[in-house]
């Protein structure tokens, strides 16, 4: 407990308070009035109710489109679902700077919808509620559907054969079953785009702004650390309020559910109505996440012979101080220490959580360890500048840095993996093995490891590909002699020209199969109980 | 109470480990033997050029670049106590008052600065900065576009809300992109404090499109860009810059003959980019040895290829794709930094109520 508590202190709190005080605190006193100030502005008050009202309306929208992909995923059985289901992850685990670009291309003009039927979304709500949709199918396939996959079909078969229809069977018994993990998924999908920063700065244009934006442009174009500070706190709180939902309906969901192996679940479709549904999702899945991602690689090899890819491999272009190829290098570098550093703090204050003299307090902590999810990268990353600026802590120039604002992000992910894993493992084993005269050590080794191991190395790849995508904490810090991928990949494109953008597309191209190619990996992993991700 | 132990003992050595991380960095910067340059993501120069400059001076340089222009000098302010680097290049004429006002530099006269046109010595008194480069800002058009449809490109401000352009300007954000900047002060310098928001109304009338940044501006939205081309943008008028027409010709494989874009002479407004000494500076013998370096013709010439920008040193060559591609305005409009700092704030905002909203 202390390792990971004392990490978030420094590396989280501490920067993150450092900045507030920075923009609210002037000769020495407080200026609390300035938050009354702030969030009296007609402008400021807009940017809450925006910031609200899409989030309710992307959550409502990514619930109604991706229902019926957690169905397909965990209850029919098809060729290549192995395959679909990591490559529906791989937007979650994308920059958003490059998919920004590439989602234009769908709802912008001269787009697939544009060509179709003439529609344009661009610079318009609905494609930043699509572009949220796009994001955030994964959470709810994963964390519903992973618990779809688990409930006993058994149980609505008996409520079938006693005479309810298949409808009023689902109401009455597989619905109320998924219902928590159906409000964790909602509420990990409001937060998600609660503090959208990406999507809406890039489809939204000028006239749309989160918090989340507005907290950027005021610290880093305005120069006006006062009100970011305010809307850090205004949404430092009401992340914190959902997150605290959240956690009370996790533990909900923990409550003794009739599980079963998700293998034998799942069955070929039967019937014209599971085929529907099949070819339904299949389509969705197909314009809305697939191509996006197909334009991407399309764009990749616009020029004859590969030759983005090849130009990769120039450090003449002057972009860098080395040729962008180097970039996958220093990405994987960085994501495998981040990794370490997520899996080493996540499992550390997982295995915490679930002891079972675990007070309050502690199970606040829960919570709290998914704060950084939902805290701006701008603040963070203005705080560890101005916070971690002196020795001992004098970091600013080390490459630690990068990996462990990126292990700020991968931890959370790691600690919704193990936990429900960790706090399965029955508790009269490790009783058993500690009165037998068991170290506490090695009640760990011999009971816990053995089965949290494939949790472990989910836990791991997924933080792995977080801390890949990971953009808004990197931009800040990342070194000029080694640029992550994403980082490569905005500053090709903020230069003019042919093969800057080309070389863009390529790398975001090679990104993407990196994401891909891991989360595939841990498909392979997946065969048990897992958690939410 | 052993996994206690095991655990403050771990955090113990982590935060050693790190700390150890930590003071070889900032040992790093105290060295004597190395100069560090902070600037921002445009940040670039050729390897051999920066050689030169280390064997020949004996100092290492180290680069850190820090977001875009405007991110890196709000950075640069707030650890300005303890700064990153000594040096600190790519603060501009919009942003000068910003950075003076908070004693971000210290005074130092580069060596060779009689070289430097006057005109572009905005800290001419206290020698606070250092020009180093300039470009212009200035209204790009698709050159096949007009072709296409037989009509003359614009010229000039006023011609831009003319009816034969109705629809086909697409500019940026003024709040939070500096080219988009850059032109709401070239429309306020041309129509002075009181007129450039009856212009505004002229060119909203004329249908402007305003999206956040330049790359959407230039890559999805510009019709003559090769990324708005893949994009299938449809506005041939871009706020962009007078370099971006020999960008498009050096980035691309194989170069076109000639630029696919053109430049609006009448629509330009000046950027000057300048380098300091910084305030709390570790070793600032070797950061005035690379003020001095950044005004050599050595870097002057190298400069433009890199960055897109042109020399501020007379006599510096200029390479022969921008004086054939893409020549600086002839008058363009300017502001002083002074100036800029009283209105901005101001200007901005009026002009987001009236063009956004």
């Given at each position: 407990?202390?390792?990971?508590?004392?990490?978030?202190?420094?590396?989280?709190?501490?920067?993150?308070?450092?900045?507030?005080?920075?923009?609210?605190?002037?000769?020495?006193?407080?200026?609390?009035?300035?938050?009354?100030?702030?969030?009296?502005?007609?402008?400021?008050?807009?940017?809450?109710?925006?910031?609200?009202?899409?989030?309710?309306?992307?959550t409502?929208?990514t619930?109604?489109?991706?229902?019926?992909?957690?169905?397909?995923?965990?209850?029919?059985?098809?060729?290549?679902?192995?395959?679909?289901?990591?490559?529906?992850?791989?937007?979650?685990?994308?920059?958003?700077?490059?998919?920004?670009?590439?989602?234009?291309?769908?709802?912008?003009?001269?787009?697939?919808?544009?060509?179709?039927?003439?529609?344009?979304?661009?610079?318009?709500?609905?494609?930043?509620?699509?572009?949220?949709?796009?994001?955030n199918?994964?959470v709810v396939?994963r964390t519903?559907?992973?618990?779809?996959?688990?409930?006993?079909?058994?149980?609505?078969?008996?409520?079938?054969?006693?005479?309810?229809?298949?409808?009023?069977?689902?109401?009455?018994?597989?619905?109320?079953?998924?219902?928590?993990?159906?409000a964790a998924a909602a509420l990990m999908v409001f937060l998600f785009t609660?503090?959208?920063?990406?999507?809406?700065?890039?489809?939204?244009?000028?006239?749309?702004?989160?918090?989340?934006?507005?907290?950027?442009?005021?610290?880093?174009?305005?120069?006006?650390?006062?009100?970011?500070?305010?809307?850090?706190?205004?949404?430092?709180?009401?992340?914190?309020?959902i997150l605290?939902?959240h956690?009370?309906t996790v533990?909900?969901?923990?409550?003794?559910?009739?599980?079963?192996?998700?293998?034998?679940?799942?069955?070929?479709?039967?019937?014209?109505?599971?085929?529907?549904?099949?070819?339904?999702?299949?389509?969705?899945?197909?314009?809305?996440?697939?191509?996006?991602?197909?334009?991407?690689?399309?764009?990749?090899?616009?020029?004859?012979?590969?030759?983005?890819?090849?130009?990769?491999?120039?450090?003449?272009?002057?972009?860098?101080?080395?040729?962008?190829?180097?970039?996958?290098?220093?990405?994987?570098?960085?994501?495998?220490?981040?990794?370490?550093?997520?899996?080493?703090?996540?499992?550390?204050?997982?295995?915490?959580?679930?002891?079972?003299?675990?007070?309050?307090?502690?199970?606040?902590?829960?919570?709290?360890?998914m704060?950084?999810l939902?805290?701006?990268?701008?603040?963070?990353?203005?705080?560890?500048?101005?916070?971690?600026?002196?020795?001992?802590?004098?970091?600013?120039?080390?490459?630690?840095?990068?990996?462990?604002?990126?292990?700020?992000?991968?931890?959370p992910?790691?600690?919704r993996?193990?936990?429900?894993?960790?706090?399965?493992?029955?508790?009269?084993?490790?009783?058993?093995?500690?009165?037998?005269?068991?170290?506490?050590?090695?009640?760990?080794?011999?009971?816990?490891?053995?089965?949290?191991?494939?949790?472990?190395?989910?836990?791991?790849?997924?933080?792995?590909?977080?801390?890949?995508?990971?953009?808004?904490?990197?931009?800040?810090?990342?070194?000029?002699?080694?640029?992550?991928?994403?980082?490569?990949?905005?500053?090709?494109?903020?230069?003019?020209?042919?093969?800057?953008?080309?070389?863009?597309?390529?790398?975001?191209?090679?990104?993407?199969?990196?994401?891909?190619?891991?989360?595939?990996?841990?498909?392979?992993?997946?065969?048990?109980?897992?958690?939410e991700f | 109470?052993?996994?206690?132990?095991?655990?403050?003992?771990?955090?113990?050595?982590?935060?050693?480990?790190?700390?150890?991380?930590?003071?070889?960095?900032?040992?790093?910067?105290?060295?004597?033997?190395?100069?560090?340059?902070?600037?921002?993501?445009?940040?670039?120069?050729?390897?051999?050029?920066?050689?030169?400059?280390?064997?020949?001076?004996?100092?290492?340089?180290?680069?850190?670049?820090?977001?875009?222009?405007?991110?890196?000098?709000?950075?640069?302010?707030?650890?300005?106590?303890?700064?990153?680097?000594?040096?600190?290049?790519?603060?501009?004429?919009?942003?000068?008052?910003?950075?003076?006002?908070?004693?971000?530099?210290?005074?130092?006269?580069?060596?060779?600065?009689?070289?430097?046109?006057?005109?572009?010595?905005?800290?001419?008194?206290?020698?606070?900065?250092?020009?180093?480069?300039?470009?212009?800002?200035?209204?790009?058009?698709?050159?096949?576009?007009?072709?296409?449809?037989?009509?003359?490109?614009?010229?000039?401000?006023?011609?831009?809300?003319?009816?034969?352009?109705?629809?086909?300007?697409?500019?940026?954000?003024?709040?939070?992109?500096?080219?988009?900047?850059?032109?709401?002060?070239?429309?306020?310098?041309?129509?002075?404090?009181?007129?450039?928001?009856?212009?505004?109304?002229?060119?909203?009338?004329?249908?402007?499109?305003?999206?956040?940044?330049?790359?959407?501006?230039?890559?999805?939205?510009?019709?003559?860009?090769?990324?708005?081309?893949?994009?299938?943008?449809?506005?041939?008028?871009?706020?962009?810059?007078?370099?971006?027409?020999?960008?498009?010709?050096?980035?691309?494989?194989?170069?076109?003959?000639?630029?696919?874009?053109?430049?609006?002479?009448?629509?330009?407004?000046?950027?000057?980019?300048?380098?300091?000494?910084?305030?709390?500076?570790?070793?600032?013998?070797?950061?005035?040895?690379?003020?001095?370096?950044?005004?050599?013709?050595?870097?002057?010439?190298?400069?433009?290829?890199?960055?897109?920008?042109?020399?501020?040193?007379?006599?510096?060559?200029?390479?022969?794709?921008?004086?054939?591609?893409?020549?600086?305005?002839?008058?363009?409009?300017?502001?002083?930094?002074?100036?800029?700092?009283?209105?901005?704030?101001?200007?901005?905002?009026?002009?987001?109520?009236?063009?956004?909203?």
């Amino acid at each position: 407990m202390a390792v990971p508590v004392a990490f978030f202190a420094v590396f989280f709190a501490y920067p993150v308070a450092a900045i507030v005080q920075r923009g609210l605190k002037a000769d020495g006193a407080w200026q609390f009035g300035r938050i009354a100030d702030v969030v009296a502005q007609p402008d400021i008050r807009h940017v809450l109710w925006f910031t609200t009202w899409q989030a309710l309306a992307s959550t409502a929208l990514t619930l109604l489109v991706a229902l019926p992909g957690a169905y397909v995923f965990a209850r029919l059985d098809f060729p290549g679902r192995q395959v679909l289901r990591a490559v529906v992850t791989v937007p979650f685990v994308l920059p958003t700077v490059v998919v920004g670009t590439a989602f234009l291309a769908l709802v912008g003009r001269g787009g697939l919808l544009d060509e179709l039927w003439g529609v344009r979304l661009d610079t318009t709500v609905w494609a930043i509620l699509l572009a949220h949709v796009f994001f955030n199918y994964a959470v709810v396939v994963r964390t519903v559907g992973g618990l779809w996959a688990q409930l006993d079909p058994r149980q609505e078969e008996a409520a079938r054969m006693l005479g309810a229809s298949p409808l009023s069977a689902w109401r009455k018994v597989t619905l109320p079953a998924l219902a928590p993990a159906l409000a964790a998924a909602a509420l990990m999908v409001f937060l998600f785009t609660f503090t959208s920063f990406g999507v809406v700065q890039i489809l939204g244009g000028p006239t749309f702004s989160t918090i989340e934006v507005e907290i950027y442009r005021q610290t880093s174009e305005i120069f006006d650390l006062s009100t970011a500070a305010v809307l850090t706190v205004v949404q430092f709180l009401a992340v914190g309020a959902i997150l605290a939902v959240h956690a009370w309906t996790v533990r909900r969901r923990e409550a003794a559910l009739k599980l079963v192996d998700a293998s034998v679940t799942a069955r070929r479709p039967r019937g014209a109505g599971q085929r529907a549904v099949l070819a339904g999702v299949l389509a969705t899945v197909a314009v809305l996440l697939l191509l996006p991602l197909a334009v991407l690689v399309q764009r990749s090899l616009g020029a004859p012979g590969f030759g983005y890819y090849r130009a990769l491999t120039n450090a003449d272009g002057g972009t860098f101080l080395v040729a962008p190829i180097d970039a996958i290098g220093a990405s994987l570098s960085y994501a495998v220490a981040a990794t370490a550093i997520a899996v080493v703090i996540g499992g550390l204050a997982a295995a915490a959580l679930t002891r079972r003299d675990a007070g309050r307090i502690v199970r606040g902590f829960d919570a709290l360890l998914m704060l950084p999810l939902g805290v701006s990268a701008v603040t963070v990353g203005f705080g560890f500048l101005i916070a971690l600026d002196k020795p001992p802590l004098d970091l600013r120039q080390s490459w630690i840095l990068v990996p462990l604002a990126q292990a700020l992000v991968g931890a959370p992910f790691v600690v919704r993996t193990m936990l429900p894993v960790l706090r399965a493992v029955d508790v009269r084993l490790r009783e058993a093995a500690a009165v037998l005269g068991a170290s506490p050590w090695r009640v760990w080794r011999e009971v816990d490891l053995p089965m949290v191991r494939r949790a472990l190395l989910i836990a791991a790849g997924f933080a792995f590909a977080v801390s890949l995508g990971e953009f808004g904490a990197t931009v800040f810090i990342a070194r000029p002699d080694n640029p992550t991928l994403p980082v490569a990949v905005a500053r090709l494109l903020a230069r003019p020209g042919d093969l800057n953008y080309g070389q863009a597309m390529a790398l975001s191209t090679i990104l993407m199969v990196v994401c891909a190619v891991a989360l595939l990996v841990l498909e392979r992993l997946r065969t048990d109980r897992t958690g939410e991700f | 109470m052993h996994t206690k132990w095991i655990a403050a003992a771990a955090t113990g050595l982590g935060l050693v480990a790190v700390s150890a991380c930590g003071s070889s960095g900032s040992q790093a910067s105290t060295d004597s033997k190395t100069v560090t340059l902070v600037s921002h993501d445009s940040w670039a120069a050729s390897k051999g050029v920066i050689a030169a400059f280390e064997k020949q001076s004996g100092y290492t340089v180290k680069v850190l670049k820090d977001g875009d222009a405007g991110q890196a000098v709000n950075k640069a302010i707030l650890t300005k106590d303890n700064p990153q680097g000594d040096v600190f290049f790519g603060v501009d004429n919009t942003l000068l008052s910003r950075a003076l006002d908070n004693g971000l530099f210290q005074p130092y006269r580069a060596g060779g600065l009689d070289q430097v046109g006057a005109a572009y010595q905005l800290d001419r008194d206290k020698h606070r900065v250092t020009p180093i480069d300039y470009g212009d800002i200035c209204v790009n058009y698709d050159k096949k576009y007009f072709a296409d449809h037989k009509l003359t490109p614009p010229a000039s401000f006023d011609d831009l809300v003319k009816p034969q352009y109705k629809n086909l300007l697409v500019t940026e954000n003024a709040a939070t992109s500096s080219p988009g900047l850059g032109f709401l002060l070239g429309s306020a310098a041309q129509y002075g404090d009181n007129g450039w928001q009856g212009y505004w109304k002229k060119l909203k009338a004329n249908g402007v499109k305003v999206v956040d940044g330049w790359e959407q501006a230039y890559n999805e939205e510009f019709s003559g860009s090769a990324g708005g081309r893949k994009a299938k943008g449809t506005r041939p008028l871009v706020v962009s810059y007078a370099s971006s027409p020999p960008a498009e010709v050096v980035f691309a494989d194989p170069r076109p003959k000639t630029a696919p874009t053109g430049v609006a002479t009448g629509t330009c407004f000046r950027q000057i980019e300048f380098a300091g000494l910084l305030s709390n500076a570790r070793n600032t013998k070797g950061g005035k040895a690379f003020i001095d370096f950044l005004i050599s013709k050595r870097f002057q010439e190298d400069m433009p290829l890199n960055m897109f920008v042109y020399p501020v040193v007379k006599g510096a060559t200029v390479p022969a794709e921008f004086t054939q591609y893409g020549p600086p305005a002839e008058h363009p409009e300017t502001m002083a930094p002074g100036k800029i700092a009283d209105n901005r704030d101001q200007w901005v905002k009026s002009w987001t109520s009236l063009v956004l909203k």
